[in-house]
C-alpha cells in the first residue's frame, strides 16, 4: 500500500526551491536531532520511519520540522527515554510562560 508520503510517479506540481530563514524552533529540532543521534538515542532510520508513518492528513498539514519533532517524540517516547506524562508536563510548564506558546496555536 503506497504511503501518503511516497510520490513516486505522481504528478505533484512544481517544486518550489527558494530559500529561506528558519525559526528558532526549526533550529531547535535540527539541533536535538543531531544531539540525539549523536547520542545514539535516535537515528535517522527511526525519523524516517515516524514521519512515513503519520496518517495522511497529519502527513499533508505538518510542516517539514513539525514532521520531524512528531518522529522524534514517538521514538522518544517508544524507547521509553520519555514518558507522556513528562512530556505533558513539560508542555504544560511551556504554556504557562506569559511568552510560551498557547495550545492549538503554531
Not at 502527513?59 to 512530556?87: F, K, N, P, Q, V
Request: net charge neutral.
Amino acid at each position: 500500500m503506497r504511503g501518503v508520503h511516497d510520490m513516486g510517479g505522481l504528478q505533484a506540481g512544481p517544486v518550489e526551491r527558494v530559500e529561506h530563514d528558519y525559526q528558532l524552533w526549526e533550529k531547535r529540532v535540527d539541533a536535538l536531532m543531531v544531539l540525539l543521534s549523536r547520542k545514539r538515542r535516535f537515528t535517522v532510520d527511526e525519523l524516517r520511519k515516524g514521519i512515513e508513518s503519520l496518517p495522511g492528513d497529519a502527513y499533508d498539514r505538518l510542516t517539514y520540522y513539525e514532521r520531524w519533532i512528531s518522529s522524534i517524540t514517538s521514538a522518544l517516547i517508544h524507547r521509553g527515554t520519555i514518558t507522556i506524562d513528562e512530556l505533558r508536563a513539560k508542555l504544560a510548564d511551556i504554556e504557562r510562560r506569559p511568552d510560551g506558546p498557547k495550545a492549538g496555536t503554531p
